[in-house]
Every structure is written in structure tokens, then in C-alpha cells.
């Protein structure tokens, strides 16, 4: 490939609504990064920076955060589809209206402001970004799509293909794995190529063959329709030598930051240490539909990954990291962690990990620059959580809440429910013990689970005793008849076998418990310890403050509760006494009823906290 042939096929990336604005797209990013690197140039559009800035960033944020029902697409959907649109009559806004409340404004209904938006700013915003295309450069036009992304991608290539005939269109993103991918090349005509799967060698192959005048039907993993038919290669295997990808490229992101006045100040910079999950590979999780074809696990190495984050905090000047993966290599709590700690780096860093971590696991991911993590601790059930296949124990899951709080980490999780054998119980005792909790990080959501694409639960509807999956119902009123819904949707309808008031006492708990968050004094529970003597001060609840002493045996079996979650037979050994187990486990009772011991069938966990920092 000469380098005149790359430079006769300038490529466009894009990323459109409703991707989040306050990150750049490492999508983009990375691709554009492994173009350049073969001699083509690409440049990167965040074009979600302008809608953002065009409607207003909070606004945008709760369209961004809208995951239910799929309002994004639905603003777009009659410039992807045109008359072929089907909600003509504007069916969402009355069918959802009770969930679309919250994106009313004090002048402005949620109706009216959603038709204002779609019928007003989305065109303007599409004959915007049309206008910036030159047609030399519009040779190649991608766009990565993952979420509420898709109808606005359709609606862009839309109108670049009626003004430039000749630009070939590619599309790629989550939302084009698997049959989703291979429906929509057949049904939208705009989209010429779409990458099935993972990017990293498709996409460059895929220009090479534009670029030499060669067959792409030959590329790995690409689609794309031939007459009536689509015609579809394998995809390569997954990319396994992660450490020889290129850092992703964001400048573009900070200049169209900078360019509509949008600040940059929170923004953290994506970066990728890993793919796949080791533990999905392993027991994929029943609910879960990420990683969708490729949940082989595959990481980078500790000293790749800590020369990434220093040369893109230099490149950036940033410091606040997100991690993209879903899960935490193992490896980097002992090689890369204490490595960040000993450079003195002031990272923030944000990683989705396991919920099994211990109180010094925590303590290295602290000490390592990690701030915020997202365990999927998804419920307070061991029961539930044998149900999703989680692999942990409810205490485990209270005991990451502790020491994350204690170590200064915040923790992002949510109360699922509505699993295939679940019982109203399951859901009670839960609620019995949140007022214990309420000093402990409360979750950001408690709601139903998801039906997605790719989980067991949808794979495997008969291993569940599920009838065949029904798509979301929004779906209906995006696509147009003739596309094939089951096919393209990612969310499927989903009836619990419990009734919605076997929650209800839960949600109130939760809700509760966030509110008590909210206020100026945050509940409190922690302890101190001198030889033989324990005092914990409960100030969980306002106006029931109180102080409880224990002396000896007692002290010291609380005690023996505190780092981790602990069997009676457990503690009787380590303290070597001439108790029985039946005392200890008399013990954990008597602490229980006082709300200051999760138990957790035979295990036993201490809520208090240290009250001295730092050890």
C-alpha cells in the first residue's frame, strides 16, 4: 500500500448522540490511532459534544442516562427513516409518560420539550455537521455505536449520502454484534459496511482494501449486502496481544470541548487494560449481556499499562482515569498498583472489579490511585446472588462497602431484582437489614433487571422457564416495519414471577437510605478497641444516637468479625477458647439484634468501622 492510496481515502470517524459527553470515545480514539499508524488519515467528529452543547449539557445528561426506554432513538428516528418512521403519531411520549417526567423543565413540559428537540434541534444539528464535511475528505465515514447511538448514526449517514453519493459508510460498536449487525446492513440502505465484532484489525484491513481496489468481502468480520443478500466473513479471533495496540488519540475530543465552550474539568480519560471477563468465561453471570461474542479475557501488561496512564496524563494534563473494562486483572493488585503508589502518581482512577475483594485489596487499590469502583454488588441476597451466578456471598458483598468507605473509594451499584427463583422472602429480609447498612454507600438504583442480548437469561430462555424473547416495547416506535426487531434489539420485555409489591417495601428502604446520604450529618457507625474492651458509637439514625460497651469474650468476638465475614467454628479457632460454637454463634445473635453483625446464613460480618484512619 503506497502512501498516495492512503492519502486518496481520508476517513471520518464519528461519534453521535447519545454518547456520553464527559469522556471522549475510546472507540474513536483507538481506531483513529491504529489508522494513522497504517498511513491513512482519520480524524475524529465528536459530534454528541455539539448536540450537548446544543440543548444543554444536564439535559443531555439525562437523555445520555435514559436506558428503560429508548427516548435517544426515538428523537431521531424520522431523520434516519424518514416516512418509513413508525411513531407518526408521537405513541412514546404518551405510552412512557410517567417515566419521561424527570426530563420536564419549570417553563417546558417532557412532551413538549422532547417534540421541540426532535422536531427543531435534531435537524439543525444534522445540517450542522453536514455542512462540515468537504467532499474530499468524506471518502470514508465511520461510526461506532453502542447503546442509543444507532438512529442518529442512520440519521447522519442519511444525509451524507444524499449530498455525497460516492462516501462509503461503516458502522461498528456493540450495537452491531452478532445478528444486530447483519439486520441492520440488510434493512438500512446507508450502511454500506459494518464491522461485526472487534475493530482492531477489521477496520485497517478494511481501508486497505477500499484503498488498493481490492475485494473487502475478503476482510475478517466484515458485512455487507450483495443484491438482496447479506454476505458476511468470520471475524479474526480476538485480538490477544493487547500491549502492541496504540494509546488512543483524544485531542480532537478537547478541541471540540474547547470549540463549544463546554468544560473540561470532569472529564476522565478512557483507557483500556483489558477485554472479556475472566469470571463470565468461567460462570457467565445470568443477567449479564456485556462482552457479547468476545468474553475471552485478555489484559495488558502491568508495565504497558502504567506507561499509558503516564503518557496520557502528560498528553492531556489529566490525572482522572475510567477504566473500560469490565473486570479487574487479578495481576494488577500485586504489579501494577503498587508500582502507581511507589511513582507518587496523583491519579483518580475508576475500574469495574469483583466483589470478592479483601480489606487489603482495597487498601492497595487506594494506596494505587483507584477512587471509584463499580463491583456489581447487584443485591444483599445470597440466595439472589446464586441465582445471577455471581460467584460471591452478600456478606462479601456488605464487606466491600465497609472497607471501600473506610479507604476513601466510592463505590457505583445497584438492587436488582425479578430473577427466575426468587421468593418475596428474599426480598424482605433484605429490606430488614438496610437500616443497618444506612452508614455504608447506598445504591444509586433498586429496579428490575434488564433482559439483554448475549445473557444466559436470554440465550437460554428454556433453562429459566422463560417463554421466547420479546423485544422492549420502545423498539416498536424507533424502527421501521420490515426490520426485523428481534434481530436488532440489545433489551427484551421481561415479567418477574413475583408481583411488583413484593418489591415495593425494598425500593422504600433504599430510597430511605439514599435520602440519609442526602443530609448534612451522614450516618455513622465505628468502633474502637483497647485490649479486652470495645466501644462502638451508632449514630446511623438521627435522634437515636448511642454508644455500646463490650468487655473480654464479647469484644473480642466482634472483633474477630471485622476484616472479613466469618464462620462461628471460624472464630472459636482463631480465639482458642474453651467456648463452643454454639456460644459464639449465641453471640453473633445477641450483635445482630442490635443491628451492629450482618449475618449472612453461617456468616458473620461486623458493621462498625474502625474509627482511626489510615490503618
Known sequence: ??????AAWPTVLVSMP??????????LGLLAAIGRRHGFPVRTLHANVDFAARIGVDLYRLLADQCARLVGEWLFSREAFGDAAPDQEDELLLEFADELGHLASPSESARDRLLRIRDQDVPAFLDGLVAEFAEDEARVVGFSATFQQTAASIALARRLKRRFPATVTVFGGANFDGEMGLELVRAVECVDFAVIGEGDRAFPELLSALAAGTDPAAVP?????VGDDVVATPPAPPHERLDDLPDPEYGEYFDRMAKRGLPVHDVRIPFESARGCWWGAKHHCTFCGLNGSTMRFRSKSPRRVLD???HQSRRYRAFRFEAVDNILDPRYLKELFPAI???RADYEIFYEVKANLTRAQLAVLARGGVTRVQPGLESLSSAVLRLMDKGVRAAQNVNLLRWAAYYGIDVSWNVLWGFPGETAEDYARQTAVVPHLVHLRPPESADRLWLERFSPLHAQPDRFGLGPPVPEASY???YPAGMALD????????????PPSAYTALRMAVTAWRAAWRSPDRPALVYRSAPGFLQITDARHQGQDGTYA???TLAEIYLACVDRPRTAAAVRAELGTDLSVEVVRDAFRRFQERGLLFLDEDLALALALPATPGR
Open 221 to 225: 468480520g466484515v458485512a455487507r449486502r
Open 487 to 498: 434481530r436488532i434489539a440489545y433489551v427484551f420485555e421481561y415479567a418477574p414471577a413475583l
Open 308 to 310: 499509558e496512564l503516564a
Open 341 to 343: 503508589a511507589d511513582s
Open 18 to 27: 447519545f454518547m456520553h459527553v464527559d469522556r471522549p470515545s475510546i472507540q
Open 476 to 478: 416498536r416506535l424507533v
Open 1 to 6: 500500500m503506497t502512501t498516495d492510496q492512503c
Open 550 to 552: 463490650f468487655h473480654d
